[in-house]
């Protein structure tokens, strides 16, 4: 007996070993789902939003490496599957969605809730396509897969209402062949890097998550080449730990004085794996070579001496061939690597400091306290901290675009078997708990943590349901500050006093208590550690609403004297806004 074109698809998924598919139901995805309640090993996920359910396959597929899958039905449902369809392509990670759409003989004729699929995603998508005759399959999904897993993307397959449950007529196995390729960069061209190298007296590495797979080649370059490394964000994950004693950690708004120190102290620059978008943070009048896969990447960031096409792990290979002695009596001087990493102890240990709950009892910590707490809400590094210390070597974090993700850049380390996922290149609000929904239907038994700020967190709110009702043990740290806080901060640097970033809160414990779910809500800084202690003790999800300081500021790495000014200027504005609204109620 011949397989519908639902039971084609479904039991595609399932010898690809998609073990979840996350979507909401509806009309024309009711063969589809039917077919996943018949399949043993394949599980729908019922989201209450299909942006959720995009964000959860991507995070499956960022974590796993593997092929993610959501779905959304006609119309409307396969709209709000944009954003984090989005975010899976500007993470190139492969997600295959599977689109509903109204049935053939109403294509056309603006029908309700027509929408034109292969229009809607035909900016996200590195392959869509429309179902319109069983004969296309499984040749149309296997060519799917093939785009989403090859090229790092997102596939869309549009089903229609009336295709799904119709019979393939030529049914037969799904082909896929799927294999890797690793590729190399000429001889020529490695060969002068490395003299480039070798004739350098200050070589700094900015690291990116492209070089993760080929750890161990990149520290023996470090080594080599005495070069202190610069991670972006996404390769904290793979390269932070005691064990690496060449990295100094990230640059840009989230990272720290050493960093900038190293990339502008450098005579030459080494990017490997990155495509770091930041144009204003990279050296000036530096010899810069890249490292990439993509040929694409080379030099469209800052202007590249050595452009060497290859995967990483092969490309540093070749290089260490080529290079000559390493650090010793005859060989590269260490003072260029040994000065970043003092810089980035003595920089650690006053983050520790500032991160210390007892910090604010002090003489120092009182008179910072009057100027920026008033209050006495808790210190958002002292949360970012206590979770740090408290939580698995093996967790999976998850963090919302804001302040969240700074507060986690600087003290949370991925060290042991940690991972780590955003919205790191689409920079979207309100990724951090689907992501984190994704993250921990993989596994039920690993712990998954989401730091997510306030304004993300109420976006999605409702899919805290889902959590619930999969029995999915999430711990969300909610950094509470009733602000949109990196926002408030652009402002404020640019002179602005805050506008229309103050939040109206719910009690965010109270609300997941009314869902069902753990709530845990902290006001007190001496309360902090207990508090934290229990979200990890407690069984099941938990929430976690712990109210930090609102007007914490964020020094980046190299502050500028316009940004103090402006900051000034705005504090001002503000005070003088604030005294003018108090004489008129």
Same mark, same amino acid.
């Given at each position: 007996?011949?397989?519908?074109?639902?039971?084609?698809? %479904? @039991?595609?998924?399932?010898?690809?070993?998609?073990?979840?598919?996350?979507?909401?139901?509806? @009309?024309?995805?009711?063969?589809?789902?039917?077919?996943?309640?018949?399949?043993?090993?394949?599980?729908?996920?019922?989201?209450?939003?299909?942006? =959720?359910? $995009?964000?959860?396959?991507?995070?499956?597929?960022?974590?796993?490496?593997?092929?993610?899958?959501?779905?959304?039905? %006609?119309?409307?449902?396969?709209?709000?599957?944009?954003?984090?369809?989005?975010?899976?392509?500007?993470?190139?990670?492969?997600?295959?969605?599977?689109?509903?759409?109204?049935?053939?003989?109403?294509?056309?004729?603006?029908?309700?809730?027509?929408?034109?699929?292969?229009?809607?995603?035909?900016?996200? =998508?590195?392959?869509?396509?429309?179902?319109?005759?069983?004969?296309?399959?499984?040749?149309?999904?296997?060519?799917?897969?093939?785009?989403?897993?090859?090229?790092?993307?997102?596939?869309?397959?549009?089903?229609?209402?009336?295709?799904?449950?119709?019979?393939?007529?030529?049914?037969?196995?799904?082909?896929?062949?799927?294999?890797?390729?690793?590729?190399?960069?000429?001889?020529?061209?490695?060969?002068?890097?490395?003299?480039?190298?070798?004739?350098?007296?200050?070589?700094?590495?900015?690291?990116?998550?492209?070089?993760?797979?080929?750890?161990?080649?990149?520290?023996?370059?470090?080594?080599?080449? $005495?070069?202190?490394?610069?991670l972006t964000l996404k390769a904290k994950e793979g390269f932070e730990g005691?064990?690496?004693?060449?990295?100094?950690?990230?640059?840009?708004?989230?990272?720290?004085?050493?960093?900038?120190?190293?990339?502008?102290?450098?005579?030459?620059?080494?990017?490997?794996?990155?495509?770091?978008?930041?144009?204003?943070?990279?050296?000036?009048?530096?010899?810069?070579?890249? %490292?990439?896969?993509?040929?694409?990447?080379?030099?469209?960031?800052?202007?590249?001496?050595?452009?060497?096409?290859?995967?990483?792990?092969?490309?540093?290979?070749?290089?260490?061939?080529?290079?000559?002695?390493?650090?010793?009596?005859?060989?590269?001087?260490?003072?260029?690597?040994?000065?970043?990493?003092?810089?980035?102890?003595?920089?650690?240990?006053?983050?520790?400091?500032?991160?210390?709950?007892?910090?604010?009892?002090?003489?120092?910590?009182?008179?910072?306290?009057?100027?920026?707490?008033?209050?006495?809400?808790?210190?958002?590094?002292?949360?970012?901290?206590?979770?740090?210390?408290?939580?698995?070597?093996?967790?999976?974090?998850?963090?919302?675009?804001?302040?969240?993700?700074?507060?986690?850049?600087?003290?949370?380390?991925?060290?042991?078997?940690?991972?780590?996922?955003?919205?790191?290149?689409?920079?979207?609000?309100?990724?951090?708990?689907?992501?984190?929904?994704? $993250?921990?239907?993989?596994?039920?038994?690993?712990?998954?943590?989401?730091?997510?700020?306030?304004?993300?967190?109420?976006?999605?709110?409702?899919?805290?349901?889902?959590?619930?009702?999969?029995?999915?043990?999430?711990?969300?740290?909610?950094?509470?500050?009733?602000?949109?806080?990196?926002?408030?901060?652009?402002?404020?640097?640019?002179?602005?006093?805050?506008?229309?970033?103050?939040?109206?809160?719910?009690?965010?414990?109270?609300?997941?208590?009314?869902?069902?779910?753990?709530?845990?809500?902290?006001?007190?800084? =001496?309360?902090?550690?207990?508090? %934290?202690?229990?979200?990890?003790?407690?069984?099941?999800?938990?929430?976690?609403?712990?109210?930090?300081?609102?007007?914490?500021?964020?020094?980046?790495?190299?502050?500028?004297?316009?940004?103090?000014?402006?900051?000034?200027?705005?504090?001002?504005?503000?005070?003088?806004?604030?005294?003018?609204?108090?004489?008129?109620?």
């Amino acid at each position: 007996m011949s397989r519908t074109v639902a039971r084609v698809i %479904v @039991d595609a998924l399932s010898q690809l070993g998609v073990r979840q598919v996350f979507g909401v139901v509806g @009309d024309a995805l009711n063969p589809l789902t039917d077919a996943i309640r018949t399949t043993d090993d394949v599980e729908w996920v019922g989201c209450r939003h299909e942006e =959720a359910a $995009a964000f959860a396959a991507s995070a499956q597929s960022q974590l796993g490496d593997a092929l993610g899958v959501c779905m959304g039905t %006609v119309g409307p449902g396969s709209v709000h599957l944009l954003n984090g369809l989005y975010d899976a392509a500007k993470s190139h990670t492969p997600v295959l969605a599977v689109a509903g759409q109204v049935p053939l003989p109403e294509l056309g004729t603006d029908y309700f809730q027509e929408v034109d699929n292969d229009a809607l995603f035909a900016d996200v =998508a590195v392959f869509r396509a429309t179902v319109t005759s069983p004969e296309q399959l499984p040749q149309l999904l296997e060519t799917a897969v093939r785009n989403a897993i090859g090229r790092k993307g997102v596939a869309v397959l549009t089903v229609p209402g009336d295709i799904g449950d119709r019979e393939v007529p030529e049914d037969r196995p799904l082909r896929l062949s799927l294999t890797s390729a690793q590729s190399r960069p000429e001889e020529s061209a490695v060969r002068r890097a490395a003299e480039l190298l070798d004739g350098s007296e200050r070589v700094t590495l900015l690291v990116g998550r492209g070089a993760r797979a080929a750890r161990k080649d990149v520290l023996a370059l470090a080594d080599r080449l $005495a070069a202190p490394m610069v991670l972006t964000l996404k390769a904290k994950e793979g390269f932070e730990g005691d064990d690496n004693p060449y990295q100094v950690g990230q640059t840009g708004l989230i990272g720290n004085p050493a960093a900038a120190s190293a990339l502008h102290d450098a005579d030459t620059l080494l990017l490997l794996g990155t495509d770091f978008p930041y144009r204003d943070w990279y050296p000036q009048g530096s010899t810069v070579i890249q %490292v990439d896969v993509e040929a694409a990447h080379i030099g469209r960031r800052v202007p590249v001496e050595v452009g060497l096409v290859g995967d990483t792990g092969a490309t540093v290979r070749d290089l260490l061939t080529h290079l000559g002695a390493g650090p010793g009596d005859d060989g590269r001087d260490r003072a260029h690597l040994d000065q970043a990493r003092a810089r980035f102890e003595r920089w650690r240990a006053g983050q520790a400091r500032l991160a210390d709950p007892a910090h604010d009892k002090g003489l120092v910590g009182r008179i910072r306290s009057a100027l920026d707490n008033h209050s006495h809400d808790i210190r958002p590094e002292a949360l970012a901290a206590t979770v740090d210390r408290l939580a698995a070597d093996d967790a999976v974090f998850t963090s919302d675009t804001g302040m969240a993700t700074v507060w986690l850049s600087r003290f949370v380390e991925m060290r042991g078997g940690r991972q780590l996922i955003g919205s790191y290149n689409l920079g979207s609000m309100a990724n951090a708990m689907p992501q984190a929904l994704g $993250a921990q239907s993989m596994d039920r038994d690993r712990q998954v943590v989401a730091f997510c700020g306030d304004g993300g967190l109420s976006m999605l709110l409702g899919d805290l349901i889902t959590l619930k009702t999969h029995r999915l043990p999430v711990k969300l740290v909610v950094f509470d500050n009733r602000r949109l806080g990196m926002v408030k901060l652009e402002q404020e640097q640019a002179g602005l006093p805050e506008f229309g970033t103050v939040l109206d809160n719910p009690d965010f414990a109270a609300v997941a208590q009314a869902m069902g779910i753990t709530g845990i809500r902290v006001t007190d800084p =001496a309360e902090l550690e207990d508090a %934290v202690r229990r979200a990890f003790d407690t069984p099941g999800p938990v929430l976690l609403d712990v109210l930090t300081n609102p007007d914490e500021i964020a020094v980046p790495a190299k502050p500028t004297v316009e940004q103090g000014w402006g900051f000034a200027v705005a504090k001002m504005k503000e005070i003088v806004r604030s005294e003018g609204d108090e004489g008129t109620d």
